[in-house]
């Protein structure tokens, strides 16, 4: 079946430094991914999407400047966090699908970015 | 615009019984899929099962079953005999239909709880 990577799992930082999160297809190409952002115990908030070849949709609210992601490849998607501060601490998940237009999403297992 | 509600927060049910968790819905689409993630404790998401909107006949999925109303938009999720290992954070969700890949709009969740 589809399987998406992500990488790092975990990551911890200094503030105003910047982290760079991967996220992969491995067996598909992934015309379109998406990036979620998952406080503890909550729900699952789009952050952006991802088409490759083109810039990123940003969600309302999301700053494009400080969330920068690339969708150089198929199957290659990242997330850099610049300048993180500590309220940028966060679960971050990627999710993907298999061909344009396709409905089901395969979600990556999530990187947890700690701030210090 | 897209929501989704979900109004239990947690719920818990006996091992080998069944539970119903519920989700409601608005959309502005007149085609769109409905979807049920699983979230355990190691995050990563699973698809539960999906229903597309067009279709009257509710989905099924072994011991997983929905109750689709569209005029009311409601879309609950039925586990019999539960398992153990169904104790996870349940997500609905639901997508635009056609096009390009469309994104999931996640509610806010129920954890379920399973006691043996």
């Known amino acids: 079946g589809a399987v998406v990577s992500q990488h790092p799992s975990w990551v911890i930082c200094k503030s105003g430094t910047s982290v760079k999160i991967e996220c992969r297809s491995l067996d598909f190409q992934a015309t379109t991914m998406f990036w979620y952002r998952q406080f503890p115990k909550q729900s699952l908030m789009l952050m952006a999407t991802?088409?490759?070849?083109?810039?990123?949709?940003?969600e309302q609210g999301v700053e494009k400047d400080k969330f920068l992601i690339n969708h150089a490849s198929l199957t290659l998607s990242t997330l850099t966090v610049t300048s993180a501060h500590p309220e940028d601490s966060s679960f971050y998940i990627c999710s993907a699908a298999q061909g344009a237009g396709a409905n089901v999403l395969t979600f990556g297992a999530g990187s947890r970015l700690t701030v210090l | 615009a897209q929501t989704v509600t979900q109004s239990q927060p947690e719920m818990s049910v006996q091992e080998a019984e069944t539970v119903t968790l519920s989700c409601t819905y608005d959309?502005?689409?007149?085609?769109?899929?409905l979807f049920w993630y699983k979230q355990p404790p190691s995050r990563q998401m699973i698809l539960v099962i999906r229903q597309e909107a067009y279709k009257q006949q509710n989905a099924t999925e072994n011991r997983f079953s929905v109750n689709f109303q569209k005029a009311a938009k409601s879309f609950s999720l039925k586990i019999s005999d539960s398992q153990l290992g169904d104790a996870a954070m349940y997500f609905c969700?639901?997508?635009?239909?056609?096009?390009?890949?469309?994104?999931?709009?996640f509610g806010t969740g129920t954890l379920l709880a399973v006691q043996p």
């Open positions: 959309t502005s689409e007149s085609d769109y899929y």
């Open positions: 991802s088409n490759e070849g083109s810039k990123a949709t940003y």
């Open positions: 969700a639901t997508q635009r239909y056609g096009g390009a890949t469309n994104k999931l709009i």
